[in-house]
């Protein structure tokens, strides 16, 4: 599976980003997705899952009530919807791809290449 984000930029506190990693490949509907971010200088973090088929979700606390994650199967893309954005949600956002639920970064076997957020103050 090759993963593609897009959809980051600049936005002020309070406004709104939708992310969207487009998936190449048949089997898409066969992996749960996950949205993960990286600060400058620390540990890539859990932002928000969604299973395969049921898309039952699942968010850091950070975010919860704020951002939604979502997928279309007939599309093979995957959605990261967020609202009320902090500066504290700046950082490199990546897509990942894992055949089980979870919020774990060494189960995700795919990655895509990341899309900047910067959320001014």
């Known amino acids: 599976v090759q993963l593609q984000a897009s959809g980051g930029g600049l936005a002020q506190a309070g406004g709104s980003l939708r992310l969207s990693c487009a998936a190449s490949?048949?089997?898409?509907?066969?992996?749960?997705m996950g949205w993960f971010r990286q600060a400058p200088g620390k540990e890539r973090d859990f932002v928000a899952a969604?299973?395969?088929?049921?898309?039952?979700?699942y968010y850091a606390d950070s975010v919860k009530g704020r951002f939604t994650i979502s997928r279309d199967n007939a599309k093979n893309t995957v959605y990261l919807q967020m609202n009320s954005l902090k500066p504290e949600d700046t950082g490199v956002y990546y897509c990942?791809?894992?055949?089980?639920?979870?919020?774990?970064?060494?189960?995700?076997?795919?990655w895509g290449q990341g899309t900047q957020v910067t959320v001014s103050s």
């Open positions: 969604i299973s395969r088929t049921l898309g039952s979700t």
């Open positions: 490949g048949r089997t898409f509907s066969s992996y749960s």
């Open positions: 990942a791809a894992t055949p089980v639920f979870s919020t774990v970064v060494r189960r995700y076997d795919y």
